[in-house]
């Protein structure tokens, strides 16, 4: 449980870019996949007692809030929950960094990923802005598309 330093995650408490940056991370490590739980845990800590995830978001003090789950139960299914939508931006950030390493190299496209930043990327240094994402987002879109003119 000690996630709460550096790395990136999806805490209530952290910074939606700190969630997103794990696509550019897998990528830039040359990551296939890393252990996700969570997804709906709607219980105290040891499965104890159910919770109502609106209400208790940290698994009744076991976890940090968001820890536990990603989704909420809804009358009609599960309800995706912010942090859940920005982890899907993420992974599609890493899908569309791989679409441009087979358009363009390893090399191009590592070179353009780390543009403008003060040291390589790691899992415990790397840009914290949500503004730096979306531009490295729009120039990797732009390579893609003049790759494929």
């Known amino acids: 449980m000690a996630q709460e330093g550096e790395v990136s995650n999806r805490f209530f408490c952290f910074p939606s870019a700190r969630n997103r940056i794990i696509g550019v991370q897998l990528y830039k490590h040359n990551i296939d996949g890393f252990l996700h739980w969570g997804y709906n845990f709607w219980y105290t800590q040891y499965s104890g007692k159910p919770i109502d995830p609106f209400l208790v978001t940290d698994a009744g003090l076991a976890f940090p809030s968001g820890d536990a789950f990603l989704v909420y139960l809804g009358a009609e299914g599960a ?16 899908r569309a960094l791989r679409l441009l390493e087979r358009l363009s190299g390893s090399e191009a496209t590592l070179q353009l990923l780390e543009e403008g930043t003060a040291s390589p990327i790691t899992f415990s240094d790397y840009p914290r802005e949500a503004e730096w994402l979306l531009q490295v987002r729009e120039r990797v879109n732009r390579a893609i598309a003049r790759a494929t003119e």
């Open 79 to 94: 309800i995706e929950s912010i942090r859940m939508e920005v982890l899907y931006e993420g992974l599609q950030d890493l």
